[in-house]
Each structure stands twice: as C-alpha cells, then as structure tokens.
C-alpha cells in the first residue's frame, strides 16, 4: 500500500508459508519510541447476542481503514481482531493515530449505537511493564503481507484497555473517519463441511512459549487436510446475493456530512447491485476484470493470523473441531495455553478495498455468529 512511513516496516523480512510464523528469527524489535494503537467493542458479547454482529464486526475494521486512508494508504501493521483492531505506528505518525482512534470512537457510537473503547500505547511502557512487540510480515499472496504480533505486548496492552489506561476519548459528535474503501457486500458463507470454527490460542505463560510453539505446528498439521478444513471463502459463489446484509453499515460508513441515510442508502444499493451483477456474471468493466478481482480476495483474504497467539477462521467438518478442542484442553490442562472455540453455521467477510484496480485490496474474515469475540470470551478471566 503505497510509499513507506518509516525505514524500519519495510525491512522487516517478508515470509511466505503460514507454518513458519512460529520461527522467532523472523520478527523484529518494535522501535522503542512507537506507538500501538488499538481498539475494542465495549459490551460485544451482549451486541452480539442482540444480532449486532455485522456491526461489531465492522466497528473493528473502520480503525485499520481510518488509519490507513488517514496515511494515504501507505502500508503499516496492523491486526484485525473481530470486534477491534490494533495497530503500529511510527513517532512522527502518532498525531494521526490519536485522531483516528478518536474520530472511528465518534462514528462507532454516533452510527452504529456501540461504544468503541480506543488507546494509544507507548512501546517504551509495554517494554517497561516488561513484555515485548515484534513483528514479521506474512504474506499470504504476492499482493499483500499481514503483520504478525509476538512478544506478548500486544495482549499486555489490550487489558491495559480494558482496564481504562492510555485512553484516547472520542472526538465529538458528528466527526467522522475517513472510511472510503470499507464495505460489506457479501452474504454470509455457509459451511461447506459443517462447521466455521472461530479459534484463538494463547500462550499461557512466557515460559511456556516452547510448548506453545509444538501446539501451534500441531495445530496447522491438523487443519492441513483439505478434506477436513479449508478457507471460508474458497466458493465465493456460495457468498454472493443481493442485497447484501451490510448495505446498511456500508451506507453509514460512506455517508458524506449533511447527507441523509436514506439517499445514501439508495445509492449504496444501486452500487452493489452493479457490483453483483458484474462479479456474479463475470462482466469485465474497462480494465476491471472480475475473474483476477476475486481471485485475489480468496488469496488475500485474513482468515489466519498471530497476534500475541493464534487466531483462525476454518471451514472444517466436526470431527477435526472435536479433535482440535480436545488437543487444546490437554494443552490448557499442561499449562501450556488457553483457548476460546466458537462454531457457528457460516463466516462473513469486510472488506477493505480503496481501489478495485489494484491488487492490494485486504479482507477480514470472521465467523458470523459472535467468531472471534465469542472464541475471546472464553479466555476472559
């Protein structure tokens, strides 16, 4: 995405092969003088529950697209974590970080009813409260790399959230991120063979990181098989429809000042249903050729990270569900880690896309009855 902020992002070495993501040579050392950036959903589990999913869900992607259209789409790290996100940036970018939690703070509660508590971190306190944040960029497609978070400084700083501290308060009512780019076109997709798994893992002490890392390559051997598990999206087919279910979140995150929700609506639906009508017919438009478009979302889409732990979005039958849950109880019950499951029926999809003629469109995929947040819910004391 775009010119460099720093010197320092663009040297941190690119891996490809998501099983190499447990190799600690890969990651580097955040510059002490950074900041990490996050943000999460207050009282998710009650919104999910009440059907506000999609919006949860958006909530935590508006903060990488605020972030990312604020620095000119210039590439930077960032997680995605289905009812908030967090991000790195370097010193001379923390004024733009600042207003860009506040603003996305503002619109989430402005638009979409929910509170979005949002921080701004120094690395230096992380470091000083004696956990670390490296990173590795993976890429899953030669279009895109996703920062990987290790270190344990990036879950240190999401209880410190949690818990009030490095708070950033929202910007008044009626300020609004810049969003362009952010939408959520796709029906959900329905399991192809029986379950979307929602996992995350954690380490349950430093020391255990070792052991850890042997759960983890377990882990990706025993979703390997793509007879058992495989990515949510690999049949777009089964995702396309009109309308789509977001139209109304869409309409909200692309409304202009002064403009009303009905016309913006009205608008969104004209333009997603010419969006469907040339992904679902396959009809080239000028040099916008669908086929490479929705190839490259399968490729480049997030349904697999690390962020200070493990997190997947599977399409798998129960039985490899079962013997997942079961490899990670053992795992908790050695005090290796801890972990949070949630199966659910289908996966949704938001995706960021500034221009729909470059190839370094990204999209968060999550499950589409609670997900992460519901996995996540486990792992709360």
Sequence with gaps: MGEPIDDFYPQVPVFEGFARLTDATLYRPLPEDWVIGLSDVVASTAAIRAGKYKAVNIAGAALIAAVSNALGQRDYPFAFGGDGASFALPPGDAGIARSAL??????????LGLALRVALVPVASIRAAGWDVRIARYAPSPDVTYAM????????????????AF??????????????????????FPAKHGVILSLIATPA?????AAFQELVGDILRMTGRESEAEHPLADLRRGMGWPPPGLDVEARASRKPGQSLLSRKLMVGLKSLASWAILRFRLPVGPFRPDRYLGELVANADFRKYDDGLRMTLDCTPALADRLEARLLAAEQAGIARFGLHRQE?????????????????????????GYAAAAARLKP
């Design 346 to 370: 289908a996966a949704i999809v938001t995706c960021y896309t500034p221009s729909a003629m470059r190839s370094d469109h990204v999209h968060f995929v999550d499950g589409a009855a609670g």
């Design 205 to 209: 002490v430093a020391e255990s990181e």
């Design 167 to 188: 708070s950033v308060e929202p910007a008044p009512p009626g300020t609004r991120p810049d969003l362009s780019g952010l939408f959520c076109r796709w029906q959900e």
């Design 149 to 164: 978070f290790m270190g344990g400084g990036l879950a240190w700083a999401g209880q410190e959230l949690k818990a009030g």
């Design 102 to 111: 506040a603003a996305t703070a503002a619109w989430v509660r402005d638009d």
